[in-house]
């Protein structure tokens, strides 16, 4: 089993523009959210051509794939989506999954693939900062546009990683664990309409390929208001992973990685910035060896088990990190 995580932009790359959103909030509001679905899917038809014929090489290859979307914008949090939707007057990304998973099936219909699998992780950033199950921020993002309503119990402050480096070491983890019982194979499919984001993270994953689980390769996609552009600079060859599956991924972990490599951090309010640029210190092979070698007889059953993806348990209770581990 191979599964293609596709971690899909939403500003300047799959989302809408402002002026698409405009028309649309001139129809009946009442047909809003079919035509959004269905304005994501015919703004994005390279994407899909591109993932099928991904998955049809990998057919011929005799590999079975599993599509999962996620949302790889850094739009992690309510607050940061409300924000980005204001400023850039073009909407919530909470429309652009849905649309994706949409689109994508359609396509595989056409060429004649029914049997592979397309879904969405609901999974966001905000779930580990707010200590609550994955699809949590994204409930309380969709309840808060459908009830007009400051969500409460959201992630009191968050990082905000320019580059998203942190990003998708989360959503890997959290995938890794998601279909830990079948100990897949992973392509993750960066998609992104920044250059220097898609250069900093070929940049920071050729030299550190610890970072990424062992069973796991990353692809780099330059994708620019719904156009695939040919960037013959990105070669993600080399972003193949040796590292492990962490059996306890949690807040701590994240910012103990934070720190090792002594990133530039500057605070706003409840939001802590950090990029990847220009690294001050690089971490040497001891300073990694505690993250990336534990025993592989451990077993990979963590407390933060249910933030991966886990469908939480009847009357479960939200699972707090443990906040001493604290940006240095």
């Avoid at 500003?11 to 405009?22: N, V």
């Avoid at 849905?98 to 060429?111: A, E, M, S, T």
């Avoid at 969500?151 to 968050?158: D, I, L, Q, R, S």
């Amino acid at each position: 089993m191979k599964i293609l995580l596709a971690l899909v932009d939403y500003d300047g790359c799959a989302g809408f523009s402002e002026p698409e959103l405009e028309q649309i909030l001139k129809r009946d509001p009442r047909e809003w959210p079919e035509i959004l679905r269905r304005n994501i899917k015919e703004r994005n038809r390279e994407l899909f051509l591109h993932l099928t014929r991904k998955i049809i090489d990998y057919a011929r290859q005799g590999i079975q794939c599993k599509v999962i979307f996620a949302i790889g914008s850094a739009r992690q949090s309510f607050a940061l989506d409300h924000l980005n939707a204001v400023n850039n007057g073009n909407g919530s990304c909470k429309n652009l999954l849905p649309g994706l998973v949409d689109g994508l099936r359609d396509y595989l219909k056409v060429y004649n693939i029914p049997h592979t699998r397309v879904d969405h992780t609901p999974f966001l950033m905000a779930d580990i900062y707010s200590g609550n199950i994955s699809g949590s921020s994204l409930s309380l993002i969709h309840r808060a546009h459908r009830e007009y309503i400051q969500p409460h119990n959201h992630a009191e402050w968050m990082i905000f990683d320019h580059e998203k480096i942190t990003l998708m070491l989360t959503f890997l983890q959290h995938i890794v664990h998601c279909e830990g019982y079948l100990r897949p194979d992973v392509e993750c499919i960066m998609v992104d309409d920044r250059m220097d984001i898609l250069e900093t993270i070929q940049s920071v994953f050729s030299r550190f390929p610890c970072l990424i689980p062992h069973n796991t390769h990353i692809t780099l996609v330059n994708y620019v208001e719904g156009r695939l552009i040919d960037q013959p600079t990105l070669n993600t060859s080399a972003l193949r992973g040796t590292g492990i599956e962490w059996s306890e991924f949690n807040l701590r972990t994240l910012l103990t990685i934070i720190n090792l490599f002594h990133l530039p951090q500057t605070s706003n309010l409840q939001l802590r910035e950090i990029s990847w640029k220009n690294l001050p210190r690089i971490p040497t092979p001891d300073d990694l060896r505690p993250l990336f070698h534990q025993p592989e007889s451990r077993p990979c059953v963590t407390p933060t088990a249910q933030f991966f993806g886990r469908p939480a348990q009847q009357n479960e209770t939200s699972v707090k990190f443990d906040w001493s581990c604290t940006l240095g």
